[in-house]
């Protein structure tokens, strides 16, 4: 069983940054591939960025790529989430995700943990 605590969000005026954090339970977190996605009121959830469990692989969706930078530190149990240049369409609910041994996929569905999520809210 892995927990997952998600902390960073917040208020930020467009074209600001936030660091957003997700800590794990647990003694195996370098065997965790982790995901970040986000849901905004009234839409689907969607894939944000992801972390291999190994080789160190990142992906990242189209709207963030440049702009946005996955990263984990496994002596930490902690994986993060770097968001620059935040635009008001960037305002949703922030969850961190683990899947054991995965490659970091954009699928919601095949992570086995997450967290409670962290509001981030961008301001025009």
């Known amino acids: 069983q892995v927990q997952l605590v998600e902390s960073g969000g917040g208020l930020v005026q467009a074209g600001g940054s936030l660091r957003l954090s997700c800590i794990a339970s647990?003694?195996?977190?370098?065997?965790?591939?982790m995901g970040w996605f986000r849901q905004a009121p009234g839409k689907e959830r969607e894939f944000v960025a992801a972390?291999?469990?190994?080789?160190?692989?990142?992906y990242y969706a189209d709207s963030v790529k440049g702009r946005f930078t996955i990263s984990r530190d496994n002596a930490e149990n902690t994986v993060y989430l770097q968001m620059n240049s935040l635009k008001p369409e960037d305002t949703a609910v922030y969850y961190c995700?683990?899947?054991?041994?995965?490659?970091?996929?954009?699928?919601?569905?095949?992570?086995?943990?997450w967290g409670q999520g962290t509001q981030v809210t961008v301001s025009s």
């Open positions: 995700a683990a899947e054991w041994r995965g490659w970091g996929s954009n699928q919601g569905d095949v992570y086995d943990y």
């Open positions: 972390l291999s469990w190994s080789a160190g692989r990142t």
């Open positions: 647990g003694r195996t977190f370098s065997g965790y591939a």
